[in-house]
């Protein structure tokens, strides 16, 4: 059952009480690879179900418009110092509600309806809000993207300077969602500084490899730096934006009163919680292990003919091309959804498929290195998937369900935070 129990859910709504319980099993039971997600500690779980949840705090520590903050202040001002500790910055906003209202607020910030704003592009491995058509960042904004390297599969820094200087943004993106390989944080800052933008790193998938050594940092090159709590850095549901002084100003006042209203307060303390995590020991372990995981099943899946987007990783993150497989992403994911291993279709850059049935699959190691897996696990999950792709290609369901249950006898080893299979 849940972890921890939820009895009052049991007694006064079974059905929700049920469908909790199933989540939870079944994240305990998958082998989860999305490269997004992970598994929070028990304590970042307590923290999001406490009465804090109760409370309005519209403001900052010291300047609220609600009375009764006398615990509500001290618990954002020691999440925001601890943002500041681990990552070394001068000021953290700990209230955007998610990722992608922090970089909306980033926009009010800093353009004005109609400026031109600069990005990755969507398919090449960028996040919809770094100006995506589809997304109000490509709806009120004018984008202008730059993408990958045809030969490399890595960042063309070529065009991002040519694109930069040519258009002029007003705000240039670094970062994203399928980006495999390390973020040269500084070479964007020199197109940044000769182009006239604002640069913003947008950390949400690497943030915990940076707090915990295994990423180079965006600080002293990005003034302006945005991040999920909730993926690497192993946090719960929410975002940061953390700025130099000169920029600490106009992206709280674009947070609140901007964007936002209150500030969501058990999301708050569960931050808090999580940092302190991140800044133990044991979380710089866990951010090279990431990393180690990611090598070890790159290379497996290499050894087994897969052709990775860039030819590797240097992160938690992998983007396979199944061209030369003989299949698409989507029934690859389904097929291995059914495996027991949890994946997403990605399209990979200049892909000649649909984005709604593309040629690749994205992958990563954050939600399993938690749970404790290591180098020596890989190949054998590589010799899964190959095995579950291989069928799949064939359209063969055979050995599907055999693998699902392997996996989950090998994961009962691994306990999941979230679930027990005692009640
Ligand atoms: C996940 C992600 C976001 C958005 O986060 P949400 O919490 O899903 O809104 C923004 N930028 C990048 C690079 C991301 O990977």
């Known amino acids: 059952m849940h972890q921890p129990p939820i009895p009052q859910i049991e007694a006064t709504d079974p059905e929700i009480a049920g469908l909790i319980n199933g989540e939870a099993r079944r994240q305990s039971e998958k082998m989860r690879l999305i490269p997004s997600e992970n598994y929070v500690s028990l304590a970042v779980l307590e ?104 030969d490399t599969g890595r960042i063309d820094f070529d065009e991002v300077r040519d694109l930069a200087l040519r258009e002029r943004p007003k705000v240039i993106f670094a970062g994203g969602t399928a980006v495999p390989r390390t973020i040269d944080f500084p070479a964007f800052a020199e197109i940044a500084a000769e182009a006239g933008a604002v640069l913003v790193a947008d950390i949400a998938h690497i943030a915990g490899l940076i707090a915990g050594g295994a990423h180079p940092s965006p600080v002293g090159y990005a003034p302006v730096i945005t991040t999920t709590t909730h993926k690497t850095l192993r946090g719960p549901r929410g975002a940061m934006i953390m700025t130099d002084a000169e920029h600490a100003s106009p992206i709280d006042k674009a947070v609140f009163p901007g964007l936002q209203g209150g500030p969501h307060n058990h999301t708050t303390a569960a931050i808090a919680v999580a940092l302190h995590e991140a800044a133990a020991p044991s979380f710089r372990a866990y951010a090279a292990q990431v990393v180690a995981n990611a090598a070890a099943l790159a290379a497996a899946l290499q050894e087994r003919g897969y052709d990775l987007v860039s030819g590797g990783t240097d992160n938690h993150l992998l983007l396979v091309d199944l061209t030369s497989k003989g299949i698409g992403g989507k029934p690859a994911a389904k097929a291995l959804d059914r495996a027991g291993i949890e994946l997403n279709f990605n399209t990979v850059p200049f892909d000649t498929r649909r984005p709604f049935d593309p040629s690749g699959i994205r992958l990563g190691t954050p939600a399993i290195t938690t749970r404790g897996l290591t180098e020596q696990h890989m190949p054998l999950l590589a010799a899964w998937m190959d095995e579950a792709i291989t069928a799949a290609a064939k359209d063969d369901e055979g050995p599907l369900e055999r693998i699902a249950a392997e996996i989950r006898d090998l994961l009962t080893a691994f306990p999941a935070p979230g679930w027990s299979a005692q009640p």
């Open 47 to 150: 923290a999001c179900g406490t009465v804090l949840t109760n409370k309005y705090s519209e403001g900052y520590p010291g300047r609220r418009y609600y009375e009764g903050q006398q615990f509500i202040d001290p618990i954002e001002t020691i999440a925001i110092e601890r943002a500041q500790a681990l990552f070394g910055v001068d000021h953290a906003n700990v209230q955007p509600y998610s990722g992608s209202p922090a970089n909306l607020a980033v926009y009010l910030a800093f353009a004005q309806p109609g400026d031109t704003i600069m990005g990755m592009a969507l398919p090449m491995g960028g996040h919809l809000t770094h100006g995506a058509a589809v997304s109000v960042a490509g709806r009120w904004f004018r984008p202008v993207q730059y993408g990958v390297r045809r």
